[in-house]
């Protein structure tokens, strides 16, 4: 096969304990996922049929032992952290019974659902897309991968960020207002899921603004924390925290 143009990198995330690497095929994103956040974000809480929205393959960084480095994005000035518990998916399905969901269950990581916050909320009051604000390049670090069959699967764990050694997000991943198999049952409904498919969960509360020189460490009880530095990037315009 000859392709007209070079073909696109591959992407891929590392897994705890193995040499084989997850491929990365597409990134769901539930939104608004935690009561607390929901309502920090100016929206009501409740138990509404969850959203979703998508990144790039190419938004997923792997975060190894020694951390990584992301470079601040042009065109904003606000740019946020988001710590969510990311899903990997084994095999594919659809119309999955919520009660079978976790079968399809790969493992489970630690990831940062990177958000050019003042860009996201301009679309969202003009009543336009998100793409901007959340689905760029490298918004998605993601640590290695425990599978389901070495750490079980998780329904409730300690998950936090700390920016700089100071506590930003706190909070509990069993208080997922939609849970993994829930979520998993309701996307496969609209989507036929494929093995590589990856689904960040939510944040909690505490989302707040990084700057170039910051530093973020992720927690989730059970799984490989992340470190994420944040570096100056090249801009083409825009305002700069």
């Not at 409904?189 to 505490?206: A, C, F, N, S, V």
Request: hydrophobic fraction near 35%; glycine fraction near 10%; include cysteine.
């Amino acid at each position: 096969m000859k392709y007209a143009v070079p073909p696109p990198p591959s992407y891929t995330l590392m897994i705890a304990g193995s040499d084989e690497i997850f491929p990365v095929n597409r990134v769901f994103c539930v939104g608004r996922n935690y009561a607390a956040h929901a309502r920090e974000m100016g929206k009501d809480p409740d138990r509404e049929p969850p959203f979703f929205f998508m990144k790039p393959a190419c938004a997923v960084v792997s975060v190894g032992a020694q951390g990584v480095d992301i470079p601040y994005p042009p065109m904003t000035g606000n740019f946020h952290h988001e710590i969510e518990l990311v899903v990997t998916i084994g095999k594919g399905g659809k119309n999955i019974p919520e009660a079978q969901a976790l079968e399809y269950v790969h493992g489970y990581a630690v990831g940062l659902d990177m958000t050019r916050r003042d860009l996201q909320l301009d679309a969202r009051d003009k009543g336009r897309p998100w793409e901007f604000g959340k689905s760029f390049a490298g918004s998605a670090p993601i640590g290695s991968v425990h599978t389901a069959a070495s750490v079980g699967h998780l329904s409730s764990a300690s998950i936090s960020l700390t920016v700089n050694d100071q506590p930003r997000q706190s909070s509990d991943i069993s208080k997922l207002i939609w849970s993994v198999a829930e979520s998993i049952a309701y996307l496969s409904r609209y989507e036929t899921l494929e093995p590589g498919d990856i689904i960040m969960t939510g944040t909690p509360e505490g989302v707040n603004a990084v700057v170039a020189g910051d530093v973020m460490r992720g927690h989730i009880d059970g799984l490989s924390d992340i470190t994420v530095r944040v570096v100056e990037g090249k801009h083409d315009g825009g305002a700069h925290g």
